[in-house]
């Protein structure tokens, strides 16, 4: 972490503030046994003169004499000031402070800087009730936190009422400031390398651009005064604008802030663990933030999303999240945030699936399904339709032990499968992304037999066009003895017809044209006839006889 910066001395701000106010405030001092003006002047007081001009406001005849139980009307601005600590009221994730981990309720002091990682965010509470969001990603230092009064329990009653100095410098990312709205004595200021932020009550934004050091300023509420760093620059901000100080002389001009993005393609519920959504109308870059709670006090996840990207959100737990977003106009000044929460149900994950892979085909007939269980459930659940929603649903089954399941399916045709995990306690994940299959008809049987003209074969069967045909004829059952075998580009075949005579057997199966072979045909029984001249010469001997 970058060493704290030093603190700057704030109090003759409000000193002159207070001394140019019509109605200071006083404090009542009650004086002690002992107590003398002077004295006073060394421990209580700012300066080793103001005993004249509190003598002479509470018409002291002796200022040399002052008695015990005596109250003393005294200006703030005539009292020391007294540091006041900074409370950190919530956090999430990694913050730190000096290199060490700070939890909610931790006090810093001035000096200190308080730094939050990537999907760490805080808040902190200053001594006068405001309230600044730190988000990811963000290194803060508080330069100034006092009020005037001789010791914290008077200074905190004069910050109460307003008499408060603050000093915020950032060195990396952004704040985000709910200032109590309240009589000031000197602004509220936030401080970067290029500006000075100045507010007496309002809600505002303020970020430091990483790349160019300019920094840019957004009210949502009351008027924010934007500064360069040497206050020779500057403009009135008043809600609904924006402006941008860089390293130059060029003034910052106020913006109009850009209405807040549509969020209406945004799902209500996501089912896997990355959060991806688009942002279709989206012509400008938008800033993303996710948080636990609709206040936006906890910030987990902190984004700027190029226009045409997909917003994606990774590693969250199953939950409720609210998600802000606002466009960035050219010079980076952030806009209006449009909020919408969501609930994330990703798990437990569903299974992976194995077998039968997306796309694949079978032939019409029992169907294996298999997957690798998820380790974290004790059963899945299956789903089998005929539709990709699953409207049309064919089967279901619940509480499968295995990883492997044969399913028996209606008919043929195109049928999409998914399936869930199901912890041992009952909580149900969601399904996983649909696979599809298809089951092929079995083939028709072939017919045919003789052709008319006695002297060929003619098989005929039902075929899809653009399919290739394998066909094979046999003198055994078994296609041992195959007698001739063909490709042919339609569902027939017409070849001389074989010799000898007797029983043939023809089958075929189709190939498509992705590959797939489908199985062989129920076989054709054929009868050849024999041919009879051949008997007549074995009996031609005996005719000559």
Same mark, same amino acid.
């Given at each position: 972490?970058?060493?704290?910066?030093?603190?700057?001395?704030?109090?003759?701000?409000?000193? !002159?503030?207070?001394?140019?106010?019509?109605?200071?405030?006083?404090?009542?001092?009650?004086?002690?046994?002992?107590?003398t003006?002077?004295?006073?002047s060394?421990?209580?007081?700012?300066?080793?003169?103001?005993?004249?001009?509190?003598?002479?406001?509470?018409?002291?005849?002796?200022?040399?004499r002052?008695?015990?139980g005596?109250?003393?009307?005294?200006?703030?601005?005539?009292?020391r000031?007294?540091?006041?600590?900074? +409370?950190? @009221?919530?956090?999430?994730?990694?913050?730190?402070?000096?290199?060490?981990?700070?939890?909610?309720?931790?006090?810093?002091?001035?000096?200190?800087?308080?730094?939050?990682?990537?999907?760490?965010?805080?808040?902190?509470?200053? !001594?006068?009730?405001?309230?600044?969001?730190?988000?990811?990603t963000?290194?803060?230092?508080?330069?100034?936190s006092?009020?005037?009064? $001789?010791?914290?329990?008077?200074?905190?009653?004069t910050?109460?009422?307003?008499?408060?100095?603050?000093?915020l410098?950032?060195?990396?990312?952004?704040?985000?400031?709910?200032?109590?709205?309240? +009589?000031?004595?000197?602004?509220?200021?936030?401080?970067?390398? @290029?500006?000075?932020?100045?507010?007496?009550? @309002?809600?505002?934004?303020?970020?430091?651009? !990483?790349?160019?050091?300019?920094?840019?300023s957004?009210v949502?509420?009351?008027?924010v005064?934007?500064?360069?760093?040497?206050?020779?620059?500057?403009?009135?901000?008043?809600?609904?604008?924006?402006?941008?100080?860089?390293?130059?002389?060029?003034?910052?001009? $106020?913006? /109009?802030?850009?209405?807040?993005? =549509?969020?209406?393609q945004?799902?209500?519920?996501?089912? /896997?663990?990355?959060?991806?959504?688009?942002?279709p109308?989206?012509?400008?870059?938008v800033?993303?933030?996710?948080?636990?709670d609709?206040?936006?006090?906890?910030?987990?996840?902190?984004?700027?999303v190029?226009?045409?990207?997909?917003? +994606?959100?990774?590693?969250?737990p199953?939950?409720?999240?609210?998600?802000?977003?606002?466009?960035?106009?050219?010079?980076?000044?952030?806009?209006?945030?449009?909020?919408?929460?969501?609930?994330?149900?990703?798990?437990?994950?569903?299974?992976?699936?194995?077998?039968?892979?997306p796309?694949?085909?079978?032939?019409?007939?029992?169907? =294996?399904?298999?997957?690798?269980p998820?380790?974290?459930a004790?059963?899945?659940?299956?789903?089998?339709?005929?539709?990709?929603?699953?409207?049309?649903?064919v089967?279901?089954?619940? =509480?499968?032990?295995?990883?492997?399941?044969?399913?028996e399916?209606?008919?043929?045709?195109?049928?999409?499968?998914?399936?869930a995990?199901?912890r041992?306690?009952?909580?149900?994940g969601?399904?996983?992304?649909?696979?599809?299959?298809?089951l092929?008809?079995?083939?028709?049987?072939?017919?045919?037999?003789v052709?008319?003209?006695g002297?060929?074969?003619?098989?005929?069967?039902?075929? /899809?066009?653009? =399919?290739?045909?394998?066909v094979?004829?046999?003198?055994?059952? !078994?296609?041992?003895?195959?007698v001739?075998?063909?490709?042919?580009?339609?569902?027939?075949?017409?070849l001389?017809?074989?010799?000898?005579?007797?029983?043939y057997?023809?089958?075929?199966?189709s190939?498509?044209?992705?590959?797939?072979?489908?199985?062989?045909?129920?076989?054709?029984?054929?009868e050849?006839?024999?041919?009879?001249?051949?008997?007549?010469?074995?009996?031609a001997?005996?005719l000559?006889l």
């Amino acid at each position: 972490m970058r060493r704290p910066l030093r603190a700057i001395a704030c109090l003759p701000a409000l000193v !002159a503030v207070l001394a140019a106010a019509a109605a200071e405030p006083t404090l009542e001092i009650r004086v002690s046994p002992g107590d003398t003006l002077i004295g006073l002047s060394q421990r209580v007081f700012n300066g080793p003169r103001a005993w004249r001009e509190i003598a002479r406001l509470n018409r002291l005849p002796d200022p040399n004499r002052i008695y015990p139980g005596q109250v003393l009307r005294v200006p703030a601005r005539l009292l020391r000031s007294s540091a006041l600590p900074v +409370r950190v @009221t919530s956090t999430v994730g990694e913050v730190r402070a000096g290199g060490v981990a700070v939890a909610t309720g931790t006090e810093l002091a001035e000096g200190q800087a308080l730094e939050t990682a990537e999907k760490s965010s805080a808040v902190i509470e200053l !001594a006068d009730g405001s309230r600044v969001r730190v988000p990811p990603t963000t290194l803060a230092e508080i330069v100034a936190s006092r009020s005037a009064g $001789p010791d914290a329990a008077t200074a905190q009653q004069t910050a109460n009422d307003g008499w408060f100095t603050g000093v915020l410098r950032m060195v990396r990312g952004s704040v985000e400031v709910l200032a109590r709205k309240m +009589r000031r004595s000197a602004p509220l200021e936030v401080n970067t390398p @290029t500006a000075v932020v100045g507010v007496r009550g @309002t809600h505002y934004r303020v970020t430091l651009d !990483a790349e160019t050091t300019a920094t840019r300023s957004e009210v949502l509420d009351g008027r924010v005064r934007l500064d360069a760093a040497d206050r020779r620059i500057g403009t009135d901000l008043e809600a609904g604008f924006g402006a941008a100080v860089a390293a130059s002389a060029v003034a910052p001009q $106020p913006t /109009r802030l850009l209405p807040p993005p =549509d969020l209406a393609q945004m799902p209500e519920r996501f089912e /896997r663990p990355l959060v991806r959504f688009a942002l279709p109308t989206e012509k400008a870059t938008v800033r993303v933030q996710v948080a636990v709670d609709p206040e936006f006090d906890k910030v987990v996840d902190d984004q700027r999303v190029i226009a045409g990207s997909d917003v +994606r959100i990774a590693g969250l737990p199953d939950a409720r999240w609210y998600l802000r977003a606002r466009r960035l106009d050219d010079q980076g000044i952030e806009g209006y945030d449009a909020v919408r929460p969501f609930v994330l149900k990703a798990r437990p994950e569903p299974p992976a699936v194995n077998t039968p892979r997306p796309g694949a085909k079978q032939s019409l007939g029992p169907v =294996d399904l298999e997957w690798s269980p998820n380790l974290e459930a004790a059963t899945a659940r299956l789903q089998v339709a005929r539709d990709e929603a699953f409207q049309d649903l064919v089967l279901q089954r619940d =509480d499968l032990g295995a990883n492997r399941e044969r399913i028996e399916l209606p008919g043929a045709g195109t049928y999409w499968w998914r399936l869930a995990s199901t912890r041992a306690d009952g909580d149900r994940g969601p399904f996983g992304d649909p696979q599809r299959f298809e089951l092929r008809p079995l083939p028709e049987p072939p017919k045919g037999g003789v052709a008319a003209d006695g002297k060929s074969l003619s098989i005929a069967w039902g075929g /899809r066009p653009g =399919d290739t045909q394998h066909v094979e004829l046999a003198r055994d059952a !078994a296609f041992k003895e195959i007698v001739l075998q063909a490709d042919l580009d339609q569902p027939e075949w017409t070849l001389p017809l074989p010799s000898p005579g007797g029983t043939y057997y023809f089958r075929y199966r189709s190939i498509e044209p992705d590959g797939f072979v489908g199985p062989y045909s129920t076989p054709l029984v054929i009868e050849v006839p024999r041919a009879w001249w051949p008997f007549l010469l074995l009996l031609a001997p005996l005719l000559l006889l």
